[in-house]
């Protein structure tokens, strides 16, 4: 069964996302995608995640080495990033 990873890199400026898709003897790009930050990371990242419709199994990060502590702060509050559901 396949395993779909999101990878987040989260820039000054913009915020780039990676879906791969792993199986025991494979992996490949699913696809690159790019928005432009603003100062809610939370609504950057569902903003993203509902425009390209990404769906995934795990969630790794890259955080610059410059500044981990401010924005380690900023992702533990916002950890749920999955679209909110309507009734």
Known sequence: ????TLALDVGGATLR???VERTLRSQRVLGCYAT????????????????????????????PASSPVTRAGQLTRTIDIRPRKTR
């Open 17 to 19: 996302a990676v879906l």
């Open 36 to 63: 432009p930050r603003t100062a809610d990371l939370a609504a950057d990242l569902r903003t993203l995640t509902a425009t390209h419709e990404l769906h995934w199994d795990e969630v790794v990060s890259a955080l």
């Open 1 to 4: 069964m396949p395993n779909r």
